[in-house]
């Protein structure tokens, strides 16, 4: 059975940071590209990151280049997203997602298998 399983939000005063993690179970997290995306309140849900597969290769939204990280432990077969000076528009609720490819985050197909999300919220 696959499952993905997030964890690590809370709550973090603006400028502070947080790292969240992506458990995978019943495939092997190295051959599929994993992405985040999150879903502010009152919005709709926005990709933020993607690691691909082949090459490890990574990809960013704007909104969170240079203050965000994504890696992988293949051994522990989770994602890692790593968030640096946070601000109040951070605050969502982050998923995982699995796919064949990064282009899960672009919208030409959905992924196939979501994560039940986590909450962060930036506030003082």
């Known amino acids: 059975q696959v499952q993905l399983v997030e964890s690590g939000g809370g709550l973090v005063q603006p400028g502070g940071s947080l790292a969240l993690s992506c458990a995978a179970s019943g495939f092997t997290l190295e051959n599929y590209a994993i992405a985040w995306f999150r879903q502010p309140p009152g919005k709709e849900r926005e990709a933020v990151s993607c690691?691909?597969?082949?090459?490890?290769?990574?990809v960013y939204a704007d909104s969170v280049k240079g203050r965000f990280s994504i890696s992988r432990d293949n051994d522990k077969n989770t994602v890692y997203l790593r968030m640096n000076n946070l601000t109040p528009e951070d605050t969502a609720v982050y998923y995982c997602?699995?796919?064949?490819?990064?282009?899960?985050?672009?919208?030409?197909?959905?992924?196939?298998?979501w994560g039940q999300g986590t909450q962060v919220t930036v506030s003082r």
């Open positions: 997602a699995t796919g064949e490819s990064c282009m899960i985050i672009t919208g030409a197909y959905p992924p196939d298998y």
């Open positions: 690691i691909r597969s082949n090459d490890g290769g990574t």
